[in-house]
């Protein structure tokens, strides 16, 4: 854990009169904890701050907030793009910022890029954006995994960024994300994700386990007018195909099924950053077939035929196992209520939560 600035919460307690047991008690701690919390050793999740800065009286700001965290933060950026929204996360002792663009608008920002020269604008205290945890992946079932958790108390605000697999990978290796959601097959020995695991996702032990599995496959329009019957149909003159791009595991799929043709990628296709915007292009007209995975299709009511089974797997350096946040993501993605919803849309989650494996980098 990196240095802090010491907090304020004996300094509080001390002078509200309460003792270190009656506060201790009334949110929920033990006196050990609480101690540990005063004296900097430990700090404290979300929703234990707000529960301490109610009882004093204060802010979570007053309490764990540098009084100049407003005027002098500076967080290393993960993007070239300039956004003024931001969210921020601290990895490995040191801040990062992240552009909330497209996709990633849905996020409530952690700060604002305002005035000339620029300068950053904290929307939430330092010591709630330190709870953020940051997912990387394509697959839809994480941001339905990040709703689940931020829906309910305890440690962690979970922030879900839709990216392709090798996309994942190398934000690991970067240390710009906690989590890494992979499905990848390796084109020379047919072997799922563990062979990407190792080249792109950096030193250190990486521990893999299984999400779930599902199907990748050809999404067409609902009812099927133009009569997509596999991959064969990629070859057709009259069809607008839309692409994933480079590096993500449908777009590895497609090039497989073209090259086994003899085909290239035609020059007109459209493309995609997801599987859900595959599917919305899909729905909307602009294109008339594509790739993705089964639980898209279904979200937008298309035709799917399937290509191939795939086992979606989570990567996290084993550094961050015992992270309450991670030890709370892993609990939640294996409880009856989330494997239903996973089923709902067509997922396969008999594996789920199996430990895959543990890597070194190649």
Same mark, same amino acid.
């Given at each position: 854990?990196?240095?802090?600035?010491?907090?304020?919460?004996?300094?509080?307690?001390?002078?509200?009169?309460?003792?270190?047991?009656?506060?201790?008690?009334?949110?929920?701690?033990?006196?050990?904890?609480?101690?540990?919390?005063?004296?900097?050793?430990?700090?404290?999740?979300?929703?234990?701050?707000?529960?301490?800065?109610?009882?004093?009286?204060?802010?979570?700001?007053?309490?764990?907030?540098?009084?100049?965290?407003?005027?002098?933060?500076?967080?290393?950026?993960?993007?070239?793009?300039?956004?003024?929204?931001?969210?921020?996360?601290?990895?490995?002792?040191?801040?990062?910022?992240?552009?909330?663009?497209?996709?990633?608008?849905?996020?409530?920002?952690?700060?604002?890029?305002?005035?000339?020269?620029?300068?950053?604008?904290?929307?939430?205290?330092?010591?709630?954006?330190?709870?953020?945890?940051?997912?990387?992946?394509?697959?839809?079932?994480?941001?339905?995994?990040?709703?689940?958790?931020?829906?309910?108390?305890?440690?962690?605000?979970?922030?879900?960024?839709?990216?392709? &697999?090798? =996309? !994942?990978?190398?934000? #690991? /290796?970067?240390?710009? %994300?906690? $989590?890494?959601?992979?499905?990848?097959?390796? +084109?020379?020995?047919?072997?799922?994700?563990?062979?990407?695991?190792?080249?792109?996702?950096?030193?250190?032990?990486?521990?893999?386990?299984?999400?779930?599995?599902?199907?990748?496959?050809?999404?067409?329009?609902?009812?099927?007018?133009?009569?997509?019957?596999?991959?064969?149909?990629?070859?057709?003159?009259?069809?607008?195909?839309?692409?994933?791009?480079?590096?993500?595991?449908?777009?590895?799929?497609?090039?497989?099924?073209?090259?086994?043709?003899?085909?290239?990628?035609?020059?007109?296709?459209?493309?995609?950053?997801?599987?859900?915007?595959?599917?919305?292009?899909?729905? &909307?007209? =602009? !294109?008339?077939?594509? #790739? /993705?995975?089964?639980? %898209?299709? $279904?979200?937008?009511?298309?035709?799917?035929? +399937?290509?191939?089974?795939?086992?979606?797997?989570?990567?996290?350096?084993?550094?961050?196992?015992?992270?309450?946040?991670?030890?709370?993501?892993?609990?939640?993605?294996?409880?009856?209520?989330?494997?239903?919803?996973?089923?709902?849309?067509?997922?396969?989650?008999?594996?789920?939560?199996?430990?895959?494996?543990?890597?070194?980098?190649?």
């Amino acid at each position: 854990m990196a240095p802090r600035s010491p907090n304020t919460v004996r300094k509080a307690r001390e002078s509200s009169a309460i003792t270190q047991l009656a506060l201790a008690a009334h949110v929920g701690l033990t006196r050990q904890s609480l101690s540990a919390i005063e004296a900097g050793r430990a700090t404290p999740a979300v929703d234990i701050a707000l529960r301490l800065a109610r009882a004093l009286g204060c802010t979570v700001e007053q309490l764990f907030g540098d009084p100049h965290d407003a005027h002098d933060f500076n967080a290393c950026p993960t993007s070239p793009v300039a956004h003024s929204r931001l969210a921020l996360a601290y990895i490995d002792a040191r801040w990062l910022s992240y552009p909330l663009l497209a996709d990633d608008a849905r996020l409530s920002a952690d700060a604002l890029i305002t005035g000339t020269p620029p300068t950053t604008t904290l929307l939430r205290p330092l010591a709630e954006a330190r709870d953020n945890l940051v997912l990387y992946g394509c697959a839809p079932a994480l941001g339905l995994l990040a709703d689940r958790l931020n829906a309910r108390p305890g440690a962690g605000r979970f922030l879900w960024f839709s990216r392709s &697999s090798t =996309a !994942a990978l190398e934000a #690991l /290796a970067r240390r710009h %994300a906690h $989590l890494a959601g992979v499905h990848l097959t390796d +084109p020379r020995t047919g072997e799922a994700n563990l062979p990407d695991v190792r080249r792109h996702a950096g030193p250190g032990p990486q521990l893999v386990i299984t999400l779930a599995r599902w199907q990748a496959g050809l999404i067409a329009a609902a009812g099927n007018p133009k009569q997509i019957r596999g991959a064969d149909d990629l070859g057709r003159d009259d069809l607008r195909l839309v692409l994933r791009e480079p590096g993500s595991g449908a777009r590895r799929l497609l090039d497989r099924e073209l090259q086994s043709r003899g085909l290239s990628p035609p020059t007109s296709a459209l493309t995609a950053s997801s599987h859900l915007q595959v599917a919305q292009l899909i729905h &909307s007209g =602009a !294109a008339q077939l594509g #790739l /993705a995975t089964h639980d %898209a299709a $279904l979200t937008h009511g298309l035709h799917f035929v +399937p290509l191939a089974d795939e086992r979606y797997d989570l990567v996290l350096p084993l550094t961050h196992l015992h992270d309450p946040r991670i030890q709370r993501l892993l609990d939640a993605m294996t409880t009856g209520a989330f494997r239903r919803e996973l089923l709902a849309l067509g997922y396969d989650v008999q594996s789920c939560g199996d430990r895959v494996a543990q890597l070194h980098a190649a």
